[in-house]
């Protein structure tokens, strides 16, 4: 089992709708999440973190974190086309202080 | 606001050559990460270092070599380019570490390195 998934996409939404990411992984003693988005040529660049379970809000983005079913999401409301990008997940390992491990990212594109 | 800063940001070797990939930050910043991006796919840890004078092996070390002589910079080395080395290498550094409460990584805009 992959350490941490994600839907490859694209995944194609809408201008102005809701776009849903999700994730999955494997560590159950995973204790920090983070997204990161990343325009096609640029480097990542950190959009959410969250450590508890339960949603986090900013802005228009939202953080969705379910420890019992491993999985995190990232809801983006009112899509816009400058949201087009590719959105990597992030979680540590449980006793592993010193680094992250990164999905492959899912692709998603507004449709304006 | 520098924050992370990788040199040089393209470079062309040929097969067998050596190059050094610089990475330095001024956030004081204890831990630093090196990854390499192959297109399509994620981030794949090369080496990383929680501090001066310490560093460790990731997910994908063999062929490189790093060094931490200051809290500051964290370069890359690249012994005997081969064409698998192709890749985007981004460096990346955070606070602390990344366990309970883990703080973010923050990346440069990484070095787009081509071996001919």
């Known amino acids: 089992q992959k350490e941490v998934e994600q839907n490859s996409g694209p995944l194609s939404v809408p201008e102005g709708a809701i776009a849903s990411l999700n994730c999955t992984y494997s560590?159950?003693?995973?204790?920090?999440f983070f997204w990161y988005r990343q325009y096609s040529g640029k480097s990542p660049e950190l959009i959410m973190f969250?450590?508890?379970?339960g949603d986090k809000e900013d802005g228009r983005f939202t953080a969705q974190l379910n420890k019992a079913s491993q999985y995190v999401s990232l809801l983006i409301r009112d899509s816009q086309p400058s949201d087009s990008a590719t959105y990597l997940c992030?979680?540590?390992?449980?006793?592993?202080?010193?680094?992250?491990?990164f999905g492959k990212g899912t692709r998603l594109h507004i449709l304006p | 606001n520098a924050g992370v800063t990788q040199t040089p940001k393209f470079r062309i070797l040929k097969i067998g050559q050596s190059m050094t990939l610089q990475c330095a930050q001024d956030?004081?910043?204890?831990?630093m990460y090196w990854y390499r991006q192959d297109p399509g796919m994620g981030l794949k840890l090369i080496y990383y270092s929680v501090g001066a004078g310490i560093t460790d092996k990731g997910e994908v070390p063999n062929g490189y070599n790093v060094s931490r002589s200051t809290t500051e910079d964290f370069p890359l080395r690249l012994e005997l380019a081969a064409p698998s080395q192709t890749s985007v290498y981004f460096c990346a550094s955070s606070y602390s570490g990344v366990g309970a409460r883990g703080q973010p990584q923050h990346f440069g805009d990484g070095t787009r390195l081509s071996i001919l």
């Open positions: 992030a979680v540590n390992s449980k006793n592993r202080d010193d680094k992250i491990i």
């Open positions: 969250i450590y508890s379970n």
């Open positions: 560590d159950r003693g995973s204790q920090s």
């Open positions: 956030m004081n910043h204890n831990y």
